[in-house]
């Protein structure tokens, strides 16, 4: 049976027929999108809990009903990882929220993690047939995610998938982040016997150290973790693959297969004068000090110097992170610096929008060119540039051309800066058999994810760069066809 075969045959069945039947068409598209509650801006600006509350049970059905639960749905073709969009929102029209979570679990491994940090509104939300026909807004099918995928959190019914008899075959996971975790958890239910080997102390890769608790609490992350150890899952932390072990000791060891997915946490820096100063942090070091060290608390033994004046550079998803998190440590001033315009920002719209509301001010348009610092090495100010729109770049956005004579100071205590990641390039000295690209990334077959190492495999960060956590899932589960189909001598 194929993918629309089988959608085909899930859609007839005969509860969702009578639910398709319960509510006419007209009135399901008559509904307004339900808004997800969240806590008050001024009051979230000044903690570090979650700013979206979630939808409650009414306001989840009632979402649920607009969906019209199409012929030809649209939304799953804008998911990476082909989630059957209108059967888990149909079980939540239904009330059957467990049903929900077990749908989304059949292709997504982190449905809580996804619900809250994917951005849906350029993927599955976009596609939806309110969208594109309609010209409505769509049905809010993330918010849905989340909501069924903590109803089954806190039901304490957390469904464990089916594992295959143990084959006794060890495979190593580099990395713990969502690549290797759904690399892991589909191994795991195919019977092999996998490792994941964390070169950091806690598991969870950017979803942990990167992602602020104030958009994705640690909690979700630490539940996805326990369902893969019931699944079978070991996991090594403070173990760095390539220097704490090598992959030949791990092949001696009896690991068959090695599934890479170790990131890309080395930070871009721009390489201007007084970069090196105190006080000017990579976004990669200013969150991880905050999310896996503590530093916002002030007992901490390595604490943030809390700025009052924080100036982040960039327009990404981390950029608007950092830039939030120093308003929660007590900046005055948390202000995001941007050498393009506002439309041109890569960060998700809602992160720009919580940005907005909870104080963040945006200088676009500009680019720092130096930090000037104290006689005690203390960044204490930033020369700026204005810069201007030309013609596109191979991005498909307008290029920043620097404006003449336009430089000026602005005060700052400190400065995050937020370019863009590479590859750590250690991985690629422990495998210089391993084919790279210039930027560092690992070039795979994109069919099955293997490498020019016949028994490694790659993928999320540390092959695309920069990239989004669905993508990262999608990567891994791919992978785990590819190392099962080489286990069997297929490929
Ligand atoms: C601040 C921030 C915010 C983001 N926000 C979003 C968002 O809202 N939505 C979204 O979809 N994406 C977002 N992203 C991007 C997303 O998090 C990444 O694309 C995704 O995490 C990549 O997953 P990965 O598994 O490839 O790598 P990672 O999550 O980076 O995990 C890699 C892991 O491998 C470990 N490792 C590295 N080398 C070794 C080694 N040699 N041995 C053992 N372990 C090793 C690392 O310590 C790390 O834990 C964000 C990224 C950042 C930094
Ligand atoms: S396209 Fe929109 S309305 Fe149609 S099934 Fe998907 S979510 Fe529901």
């Known amino acids: 049976m194929n993918i629309s075969e089988y959608l085909k045959a899930e859609r ?78 149909k079980y939540i029209e239904g009330r059957d929220f467990l049903g ?16 809250r940090v994917c951005p849906q509104e350029e993927q599955c939300e976009s596609k939806c047939f309110y969208k594109l026909k309609l010209k409505k807004t769509p049905v809010a099918i993330g918010n849905l995610e989340r909501f069924a995928a903590d109803r089954e959190r806190t039901s304490g019914n957390i469904f464990v998938p089916q594992i295959a008899t143990s084959n006794g075959i060890k495979v190593s996971v580099v990395g713990s982040g969502p690549a290797g975790l759904a690399a892991a958890g589909d191994l795991a239910k195919l019977g092999y016997d996998v490792t994941v080997f964390e070169a950091l102390h806690e598991i969870g890769g950017v979803l942990k150290y990167g992602i602020p608790e104030f958009r994705l609490p640690n909690i979700i992350v630490d539940v996805e973790i326990e369902n893969l150890r ?22 001696a060891e009896g690991f068959k297969a090695f599934f890479i997915g170790s990131g890309a946490g080395l930070p871009n820096f721009m390489n201007i004068r007084g970069e090196n100063h105190i006080g000017v942090f990579s976004s990669n070091e200013y969150l991880t000090r905050v999310n896996l060290m503590g530093a916002a608390r002030p007992e901490c033994d390595t604490p943030v110097l809390s700025g009052k004046n924080v100036a982040v550079i960039g327009g990404g998803n981390t950029a608007m992170d950092s830039v939030r998190t120093a308003k929660r440590l007590g900046a005055d001033h948390a202000m995001i610096v941007y050498r393009r315009s506002m439309d041109e920002m890569p960060a998700r719209k809602e992160e720009i929008h919580h940005a907005q509301q909870e104080g963040v001010e945006f200088l676009c348009l500009h680019n720092p060119v130096e930090y000037l610092a104290d006689e005690k090495g203390r960044v204490q100010q930033m020369r700026v540039q204005k810069m201007e729109l030309g013609e596109p770049d191979a991005s498909g956005r307008r290029r920043p051309i620097p404006v003449k004579d336009s430089e000026f100071l602005i005060a700052v205590d400190t400065v995050v800066v937020s370019v863009g990641v590479s590859p750590n390039p250690l991985v690629a000295k422990a495998l210089p058999a391993l084919e790279t690209t210039r930027w560092g990334t690992v070039v795979v077959n994109q069919e099955n994810m293997q490498t020019a190492i016949p028994d490694v495999f790659a993928g999320g960060d540390i092959v695309r760069g920069g990239a989004t956590v669905i993508l990262a899932m999608g990567d891994g589960r791919k992978a785990v066809a590819g190392i099962h189909a080489y286990l069997k001598g297929m490929i």
């Open 12 to 89: 007839s069945q005969s509860w969702r027929e009578e639910l398709r039947k319960s509510v006419k068409a007209a009135d399901r598209t008559r509904r307004e999108r339900v808004t997800m509650p969240e806590q008050e801006a001024a009051i979230r600006a000044t903690n570090h809990l979650e700013v979206n509350l979630g939808l409650s049970e009414e306001q989840a059905v009632n979402e649920a009903v607009r969906c019209l639960d199409c012929a030809d749905p649209t939304c799953i073709s804008g998911c990476p990882v082909n989630i059957n969009i209108p059967k888990f929102i």
């Open 230 to 251: 019931k699944m079978g899952v070991r996991f090594e932390t403070n173990f760095i693959v390539g220097k704490t072990a090598t992959f030949d000791d791990l092949r």
């Open 100 to 115: 929900a979570a077990r749908t989304l679990k059949e292709t997504n491994a982190l449905p809580a993690v996804c619900g």
